[in-house]
Structure formats: structure tokens, C-alpha cells
């Protein structure tokens, strides 16, 4: 069983930054690929990002192109996401999930996930 844990949240102005954490309890996290998803009260959950279990590709969803970065660091079993010039409609909880051997492409179920940690954007 696989655990994750994000962390990294907060209050933030809008045109600000954040870094997200997720750390996980396996030996190898290298050997999973990750995704962040983000869910807002009254809305669906919403892919925001992955990496592939390699690390060598990502794919973010459109709204968060060019301000959002994804990324690994295997000796630390964790995977970041950087966010930049954050929106309030980024406001929501976000949360990490971890698939084995999974790459970066839309559509990959993920078998674990965290409990989320709240992103909130002031306008």
C-alpha cells in the first residue's frame, strides 16, 4: 500500500506563488508515475499535471500551461508542483496520486491517492 502526502498549501495574493509537496512511502517512488488533480467546492475533481514514472515526460492541462511546473526528485521520493502567477480560480484542494509505472498521458487511473492540501488565491 502505497501512502502520499501533499503538502505546501496556503494562502496566497493573486500573482503569487506556491510550491506543492508530495511525499510518498515507498522505497522506489521513482518507479510510480504521479499526477496532481485540484477540486473546488460544488465542482468535479480536474487534472491539473503528471509526470511519467521515468520523469521524463509531463503533460499539464491547458488552463495551467506555462505557469505551472511539475517535477521529481527521486532521492527524496518526492514530486513537486511549482505554481506561478496563481489565479483565484486556482483555489481549490489538491491532491497527489501515484499509479506504478505509469506515464504522463491523460487518462491514467491512479490507484493511491492523498488526502489533499487547500490552495486558496485572494483576488
Known amino acids: 500500500q502505497v501512502q502520499l502526502a501533499e503538502s505546501g498549501g496556503g494562502l496566497v495574493q493573486a500573482g503569487g506563488s506556491l510550491r506543492l509537496s508530495c511525499v510518498a512511502s515507498?522505497?522506489?517512488?521513482?518507479?510510480?508515475?504521479v499526477g496532481w488533480f485540484r477540486q473546488s467546492p460544488g465542482k468535479e475533481r480536474e487534472f491539473v499535471a503528471s509526470?511519467?514514472?521515468?520523469?521524463?515526460?509531463?503533460y499539464y492541462t491547458d488552463s495551467v500551461k506555462g505557469r505551472f511546473t511539475i517535477s521529481r526528485d527521486n532521492a527524496e521520493n518526492e514530486v513537486y508542483l511549482k505554481m506561478n502567477s496563481l489565479k483565484p480560480e486556482d483555489t481549490a484542494v489538491y491532491y497527489c496520486?501515484?499509479?506504478?509505472?505509469?506515464?504522463?498521458?491523460?487518462?491514467?487511473?491512479?490507484?493511491?491517492w492523498g488526502q489533499g492540501t487547500q490552495v486558496t488565491v485572494s483576488s
Open positions: 496520486a501515484a499509479s506504478w509505472r505509469t506515464g504522463a498521458y491523460p487518462g491514467v487511473r491512479y490507484d493511491y
Open positions: 515507498v522505497r522506489t517512488f521513482s518507479d510510480y508515475g
Open positions: 509526470v511519467s514514472w521515468v520523469g521524463a515526460t509531463t
